[in-house]
């Protein structure tokens, strides 16, 4: 009976998807409070699958979205247990502190987040038009950058690049990109330490202005890296 009823929660996801009744193929678990939200999440889930799917098709890496990156979601109502998951399901040490905006990761075929009002609480000026729905694409386009690389990580490049492809992948703050001076952009560009993801978002479209993202993503592996940006006209 059970497995009956099931089959016939189909699931209607925004205007853009009116036409297609689908549902997640993979499990999401929920915090006990969100189970009200469970429709609006599923649907952010299948949106941001659409999102990254037509982003890869732009640059022909269709074939490397055709394996699902999501087995299973977990999505938390209070960043304390999104923390707590995290820090235990990384293998992090107890009680490692953990950055304040954290708010996803994908790991080992896991996705896990905030609830998308955790997410706006937690990062208010990060907030825009589906900023959940791209948080969870920004998750998967990470995934993506690895299997370009045929699954070498360590080649991802630099903190800023490699965040600023995510962040260009899903879209993320397109419509609030801060103004950014040469020097400005250059000094986040030497910089090791993890910084403002909306200028990571103008930092990249700036060198994306200068080259194509192929021979970035292939020069970001390079020791010379920072070189050769400075080489482009
Ligand atoms: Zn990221």
Redesign the pocket.
Known sequence: MKSFLIGFLFIICGAALANSLREPTFKIILSKSLEGEREVISCAFLNAQTRLTTFAGKFDWNHLVKKPFIKEARIFDSKVEFDKFATEFLGYPPNTKLPELFSAALEKEALFALSPKVYKSLYPDGQEPDSFEKLIT??MA?RLHVRILNGNEEEMGPIWF??GF??YAADQFADSLPNLSEAEIWTIVESPIRGSYKKYATVFRFFLNKTTLFDLISYAAQPNFVEWLHSLK
Do not use: G, P, R
């Open positions: 920004h998750e990470h490699f965040e995510a962040i």
